[in-house]
């Protein structure tokens, strides 16, 4: 693996001015360019933690919900990702719209959602993902898929004729509400726009970053 491509970023330029004072409003406009421009589940995020000895670890979650809050994302409270945010609630966020030459970074704390939004949005579910969060012991060690086909099978069978299987007491939702976001634009000799709002007290910040 000796050659790596090398791509070029010409893109428009990125001014303080250009962008919104409010990053979730900013994050939408471009969290909707990425959808027009068809790059490929925009909703994919890097969600990084540290654990309680100080290691750090990422993977790809997708986001569910954004609003003057923060961001949304649901798991399994008992994988390694819900007990890192237990041991330490700092987490960032990436976002990597690399067809159109874009990234937003996040960085804030995660709280986990009231029990009336897990609701809900479990509900919305497919009913095989639903089953699904049933059958799953995640991030646990596991002797092979068979275990993950007969839970699935159990469960199916557990909520037959059921219409809307339940949310386990042990899945929900987590709200990370930001304390810093960076918006990265791709450019020429890579010279990028980096922008970053930085919270100070209750006001936003945003400042430019050399690449």
């Not at 719209?97 to 029990?115: C, D, F, K, M, Y």
């Not at 922008?195 to 050399?210: H, Q």
Request: glycine share 10%; proline share 7%.
């Amino acid at each position: 693996m000796d050659a790596f491509e090398r791509r070029e970023y010409e893109t428009p330029g990125l001014e303080p001015e250009d962008v919104d004072p409010d990053p979730i409003a900013q994050f939408g406009r471009w969290f909707a360019d990425a959808r027009a421009a068809a790059v490929v589940e925009p909703e994919a995020m890097l969600v990084a933690t540290v654990d309680a000895g100080g290691r750090p670890s990422c993977r790809y979650v997708l986001l569910r919900g954004v609003d003057e809050r923060g961001f949304r994302f649901f798991t399994n409270y008992g994988s390694a990702k819900a007990r890192d945010l237990d041991a330490n609630p700092a987490v960032g966020l990436t976002f990597g719209w690399l067809e159109i030459h874009r990234s937003v970074r996040v960085s804030g704390r995660a709280e986990r959602l009231p029990a009336a939004e897990s609701d809900a949005y479990f509900a919305s579910r497919p009913r095989g993902s639903r089953i699904g969060a049933w059958a799953s012991p995640q991030s646990e060690v596991i002797p092979g898929r068979e275990l993950l086909d007969a839970g699935y099978a159990e469960m199916e069978q557990r909520f037959a004729g059921v219409q809307d299987v339940p949310r386990p007491d042990g899945w929900g939702g987590y709200l990370v509400r930001p304390d810093a976001m960076e918006l990265w634009q791709g450019r020429a000799n890579r010279l990028h726009d980096r922008l970053r709002y930085r919270r100070v007290g209750g006001d936003w910040v945003i400042e430019r970053l050399a690449p």
